[in-house]
T-cell receptor, first 118, second 113 residues
């Protein structure tokens, strides 16, 4: 149980284009979804937290106009990287929580999406 | 504020020998602590978590971790390493609320045949 999928697993795009990444909780309803970014050989950095039907909360330093997050339903969140540039190339990982993402809540992670911007 | 320090970026052990991955944390709250494993090209998988119940936590695949408040540590151990344990391991602290999850930098576990 508690499976999270991401699509696509890999995407290559040209500089200046936009890319949408989907995150789905397959067998549970996720009250809260999280988006992370992982640079090579480094840890995960939280980008934003989203709750279904409300605006995402972005971490300091993350441009909300560049990284658009939509949490349309309890099983789907999307991250759109707008006007992508080579420095946006990274591994993007989503996670989902059954509840509000509190201290004791477990987050279930997707397999990640490798974005390469040429 | 909270932080996590994984003391070793790489650990190499022989198959069949014990594994010790070290983690120290700091948190303004009574934290929850997690260990996740990440295999190449796969998502993070939860190994175990501590949430203020028993200090010795047993997880999947024979892993366990002990919460030691006096040492602010949450080291991950396994009595006998298997080749399939080779992966990246992340220690994670959650103070809850606005702090969310904080990840350590990861420890790359190498298993020698």
């Amino acid at each position: 149980g508690a499976v999270v999928s991401q699509h696509p697993s890999r995407v290559i795009c040209k500089s200046g284009t936009s890319v949408k990444i989907e995150c789905r909780s397959l067998d549970f309803q996720a009250t809260t979804m999280f988006w992370y970014r992982q640079f090579p050989k480094q840890s995960l950095m939280l980008m934003a937290t989203s709750n279904e039907g409300s605006k995402a909360t972005y971490e300091q330093g993350v441009e909300k106009d560049k990284f658009l997050i939509n949490h349309a339903s309890l099983t789907l969140s999307t991250l759109t990287v707008t006007s992508a540039h080579p420095e946006d190339s990274s591994f993007y990982i989503c996670s989902a929580s059954l509840s509000s993402g509190g201290r004791t809540d477990t987050q279930y992670f997707g397999p990640g999406t490798r974005l390469t911007v040429l | 504020a909270q932080s996590v320090t994984q003391l070793d970026s790489h650990v190499s052990v022989s198959e069949g020998t014990p594994v010790l991955l070290r983690c120290n944390y700091s948190s303004s709250y009574s934290p929850s602590l997690f260990w996740y494993v990440q295999h190449p090209n796969k998502g993070l998988q939860l190994l175990l978590k501590y949430t203020s119940a028993a200090t010795l936590v047993k997880g999947i695949n024979g892993f366990e971790a002990e919460f030691k408040k006096s040492e602010t540590s949450f080291h991950l151990t396994k009595p006998s390493a298997h080749m399939s344990d080779a992966a990246e391991y992340f220690c994670v602290v959650s103070g809850g609320g606005a702090d969310g999850l904080t990840f350590g930098k990861g420890t790359h576990l190498i298993i020698q045949p």
